[in-house]
């Protein structure tokens, strides 16, 4: 039986030997990328054949330490986020063995961007109720998918987008879905930016006239999505809240270092703030270190809920606290003109955008709202409000 | 500064560094078995008939847990008679006394007074506490906030009288509020002077007087405790008397976090079983969302205090260098968390959680009172605002 320490020392060598047959001063980056998939380090978790080694996720930092330390370039992971962390995983329990096959590679390198197309004007807290259809075709092999999703992050920059439509409008709504991953280049596709409260538009609203998905592109059965989509869901949960970072990582880093920076601009009462927030941070960095250890690989719980709700609150206040700290400077904005970020990113630019764009934290995702609810119902148990949605065939909802 | 920086970057930069927050198979098998004592021999129905009595400690319940279970031996070598275990073992058992709200001196005689003693070798205390023979008690009130740095003890130093044994010193004077005094056979007491000492007294012996108080938290009692010339032994000197203080005071304050936990835990278990079952306007109360949100966010605050009280348990078992941080963390997170479960039992049970037959008032109590003994949430997040690096405003 080898020790945890023994299989990352392991670990490490295999990535050294990769890095003596190729060079990654000498290679294309997107090769070396490849064959870093291919030789099973690019997230050692996923099985032998798909870019892994079915280990235990907390070997991949070792992995990625040994990599970057030789200056290998990376798969830019902020820039293909939702690939990583919704689309991969939600592909890996429910796809076929061949959507696998032809999807993670390239989600994995980058070469194909993923988004998310869950949202509707009509759909927001109530998912379920969505209103896109999908149609299958005459002779059966593909689908025609019309509709509107909104609140797209990145789907400007996307090749592919998770699409959940309903399919079966006689049955209730949560039967009636099925899951599809959608090629975003196509003419019955449209993406319209949709500018945001901080004036860019890292979102979108994304129009489906007659879009074409062939039903290889089906993940999972017909009338399961609701089952696939809280795969995608769960992740989604997990990657905003839950993600690894160093003590002082992400938004507390940035109010600590501001203070640090700033004596002159201390009071009492922002002194009990920073010191607050900065616990409650690290108590949440330790209980996201707990719940990683936790997930076994695979779809984590609704326990991930508690890390996105408090990872919103935390980015609000403490971007609210270094806003105040910043003095007259915290008046001014960096600019307002229209953007469209190729990635999403919660701690760059100033103050300003760091306060305007964490309101969104408690919206995006799942609102805060709606993951009390499912930490209440799921988590403890508690019984639902009485409703009247969920026995009727969803074309006889009100609307 | 440069040891605060050591101490914010220690575990936390090297992705291999973060300790297993989870509870072992082992930690959970000891769990089980003081569960299944503490749910036989103390319910808190049994607990509230005991404070209807008068408050004291459940002797019986001590010797089961302490020698019968072995868990007063927890943290001592096995040279010594104990099970050579660490403070992860010591907290699982702190989660579960706080869970029944058990009237045992656990925390103050197998955590702090054992602690205190475990860097002197002293084979003869350390045996008998190992065993559960001996039952001790640190001689400082219960609300001191670890790290305090003082050189007034309350006791004074006189010298000895005919007869005594080598080394034995005269001790008088008053500690008030101490925990676990009552139930003692040892005290152990600091006496003022230089260099610091750490004596040993007969708490039994002519001259030692324990006062019992109305404690807030009946299930804890506190007395004064006055010494009038009694003979103290000394057990550690100088620097090492004033590390094994500032021990037992940091790993009490550690291991009591992992005891609010336990609280906070049973608080929403409790919370959540009855607005399953309390029905108004014709539904369960816990379907309205109202509630449903307040149960969320308590889970959410339990869950985190969890982490915290693992992570300052682990910490306190390896000795890390980030121990300070850890305790200080965990204590603010679980006394804060412990109080919030509490009052929101009290407050979603409605009017029979405002009522004396009803546990949950045990509860709050234990909760509240523990949260703010070895330091309030505030004293330690203020600690750590210093050891972090967090500096106040200059002149506030």
């Not at chain 1, 607050?276 to 695979?298: K, P, S, T």
């Not at chain 2, 080598?166 to 139930?183: E, F, H, K, N």
């Amino acid at each position: 039986m080898l020790t945890e320490a023994d299989q990352a020392a392991g670990l490490r060598q295999q990535v050294r030997e990769f890095l003596a047959g190729h060079d990654p001063a000498a290679m294309p980056r997107l090769e070396f990328l490849r064959a870093r998939f291919d030789a099973g380090l690019a997230w050692v978790h996923y099985p032998a054949g798909l870019g892994g080694q079915g280990l235990p996720r907390s070997f991949q930092a070792a992995v990625d330490a040994e990599f970057a330390a030789a200056g290998a370039p990376d798969n830019n992971p902020a820039r293909i986020g939702i690939g990583l962390g919704m689309a991969a995983p939600t592909i890996l329990a429910y796809g076929s063995e061949e959507q696998k096959q032809r999807w993670l590679r390239p989600l994995w390198t980058g070469e194909e961007v993923w988004c998310q197309l869950f949202s509707e004007p009509g759909a927001g807290s109530d998912l379920a109720g969505l209103a896109t259809r999908a149609v299958r075709d005459a002779d059966g092999d593909g689908w025609r998918a019309s509709g509107q999703k909104v609140w797209t992050s990145i789907a400007h920059a996307a090749r592919w987008g998770l699409l959940l439509a309903r399919t079966d409008p006689d049955v209730p709504k949560h039967a009636g879905l099925t899951y599809f991953g959608l090629n975003i280049d196509q003419p019955g596709v449209e993406v319209r930016p949709l500018r945001q409260l901080t004036g860019e538009a890292e979102f979108n609203e994304v129009f489906l006239t007659d879009a074409v998905v062939p039903d290889t592109d089906r993940i999972g059965d017909v009338g399961e999505g609701w089952r696939v989509a809280q795969a995608t869901l769960m992740n989604e949960r997990i990657a905003i809240g839950g993600g690894a970072m160093p003590r002082e990582g992400g938004m507390v880093g940035l109010a600590a270092a501001a203070w640090r920076e700033h004596p002159q601009a201390r009071t009492p009462g922002l002194h009990d703030r920073l010191i607050r927030l900065w616990a409650d941070a690290e108590v949440a960095r330790l209980a996201g270190a707990r719940l990683r250890q936790q997930l076994a690989a695979g779809t984590p719980g609704p326990e991930g809920s508690a890390a996105k709700v408090v990872f919103a609150r935390l980015n609000q206040e403490l971007s609210a606290f270094e806003l105040e700290l910043a003095g007259a400077a915290g008046l001014t904005y960096d600019d307002w003109t229209l953007r469209r970020p190729e990635s999403l990113s919660f701690f760059g630019r100033g103050p300003g955008y760091r306060y305007l764009r964490s309101r969104g934290n408690s919206i995006e995702g799942g609102t805060s709202e709606i993951l009390r609810n499912i930490i209440a119902e799921r988590v403890l148990g508690l019984p639902t409000e009485p409703r009247t949605d969920t026995r009727v065939a969803w074309k006889d909802l009100p609307r | 500064m440069t040891t605060t920086k050591d101490s914010r970057a220690e575990g936390t930069t090297s992705a291999g560094a973060m300790p297993d927050l989870r509870y072992s198979d082992a930690e959970e098998q000891l769990r089980a078995v003081v569960r299944g004592l503490l749910a036989d021999r103390s319910p808190l129905t049994a607990v509230l008939a005991r404070v209807d009595a008068g408050g004291a400690d459940d002797v019986p319940l001590w010797r089961a847990l302490a020698a019968d279970l072995g868990c007063a031996g927890l943290l001592i070598d096995e040279s010594h008679g104990g099970a050579g275990a660490s403070y992860r073992e010591a907290a699982v058992v702190a989660e579960e006394t706080g869970k029944a709200a058990a009237c045992v001196p656990y925390l103050t005689s197998a955590v702090m007074a054992t602690t205190a003693l475990l860097g002197t070798g002293d084979a003869d205390l350390l045996g008998g506490l190992a065993s559960g023979q001996l039952t001790a008690a640190l001689a400082i009130g219960f609300a001191t906030m670890p790290g305090t740095d003082t050189n007034a003890w309350p006791v004074r130093i006189g010298p000895p009288e005919d007869g005594d044994a080598p080394g034995v010193a005269r001790l008088s004077g008053t500690v008030t509020g101490v925990a676990g005094a009552l139930a003692a056979d040892v005290l152990l007491v600091p006496g003022d002077g230089v260099p610091l000492r750490l004596y040993a007294v007969d708490a039994a012996g002519a001259g030692v007087t324990r006062t019992p108080l109305v404690a807030l938290d009946a299930t804890r009692p506190l007395a004064d405790v006055t010494l009038d010339g009694v003979p103290g032994r000394p057990v550690a000197t100088g620097a090492d008397a004033a590390r094994a203080v500032a021990a037992a005071l940091t790993a009490g304050a550690g291991v009591l976090a992992s005891e609010l936990f336990g609280v906070a835990e049973q608080c929403l278990g409790m919370t959540v079983s009855y607005v399953k079952e309390r029905h108004q306007f014709a539904r369960p109360v816990g379907s309205f969302q109202a509630l449903k949100h307040r149960l969320a966010d308590v889970w959410v605050a339990v869950t985190q205090a969890r982490a915290a009280a693992r992570y300052a348990a682990a910490c306190l078992s390896t000795g890390d260098p980030d121990t300070p941080v850890a305790v200080a963390l965990a204590k603010a997170a679980a006394g804060d968390a412990a109080v919030l479960a509490a009052q929101e039992c009290v407050q979603l049970h409605g009017g029979i959680g405002f009522t004396w037959e009803h546990p949950a008032h045990l509860l709050l109590k234990r909760a509240k009172s523990a949260s703010m003994a070895l330091g309030t949430p505030d004293r330690h997040r203020a600690a750590l605002a210093a050891l972090v690096d967090l500096p106040p405003p200059s002149g506030g």
